[in-house]
């Protein structure tokens, strides 16, 4: 069954570049990212985990783990990860799940039941492993999105992104188009006009279902 936004997402045991997981006791109190590749040693992805590696400092500005899975091994996932370090110019300080067997592609959904790896497999064989999971520290999906092969994610939307979820959850407000922090967010149509008053004071009314305010403090 397809992952919705707000399920709790499957929790697994599996080994990682890392050492041993469990996926729920990993994410604890933090938010997580999860991030999947059909094959180690691929070009889009290879500059894909460079630029995770890269926002190193961002992830951990925001309270959020980050952990790739791809469909290979552990002892491949080592070797990938030095070519990854070469590339991005920084050390790859987080786990990548070995996930040769398929079982986390499967629970999330990635992959059909009956899917297997051939011999002599190719990335076409696992295409629809290239899906970003955002999920919260109460181990529900906040938001997916899933990319072909040819197409290079933009973690900066990613990023991006996770500061929306993390405003939206913290202030109960909503964001509009291309929103980025420091800019203005809106006010719920839940929230009526006085009780949007006494909470946010000043805001700006554009239809009586957008209004705008400036983010509370």
């Not at 590749?37 to 190193?56: M, N, R, S, Y």
């Not at 492993?129 to 109460?138: K, L, S």
């Not at 009526?192 to 209004?211: C, M, N, Q, V, W």
Request: charged fraction near 25%.
């Amino acid at each position: 069954m397809s992952l919705r936004i707000n399920d709790v997402v499957p929790d697994f045991e599996a080994q990682t570049s890392q050492g041993p997981i469990r996926f729920h006791e990993w994410i604890g109190d933090s938010w997580a990212i999860l991030f999947s590749h059909p094959k180690d040693f691929t070009p889009v992805c290879t500059t894909e985990f460079g630029a995770v590696a890269q926002l190193d400092e961002e992830w951990k500005k925001r309270n959020t783990k980050v952990i790739g899975v791809s469909v290979d091994g552990v002892e491949e996932h080592k070797g990938w990860i030095g070519d990854i370090e070469q590339y991005a110019e920084c050390p790859v300080g987080f786990p990548i799940i070995a996930d040769d067997d398929l079982k986390v592609a499967k629970l999330f959904d990635m992959l059909p039941a009956e899917a297997y790896l051939p011999d002599g497999r190719t990335p076409a064989d696992s295409a629809t492993v290239r899906t970003v999971y955002i999920i919260g520290p109460d181990k529900q999906l906040k938001l997916s999105m899933t990319y072909p092969m040819t197409v290079g994610r933009n973690f900066a939307e990613v990023l991006r992104a996770l500061d929306a979820l993390q405003t939206t959850a913290s202030k109960g407000v909503a964001t509009p188009v291309n929103w980025t922090v420091g800019e203005d967010v809106i006010i719920p149509p839940t929230v009526s006009d006085a009780d949007a008053k006494a909470k946010f004071g000043e805001f700006e009314t554009i239809f009586p279902y957008l209004r705008k305010t400036k983010l509370p403090k």
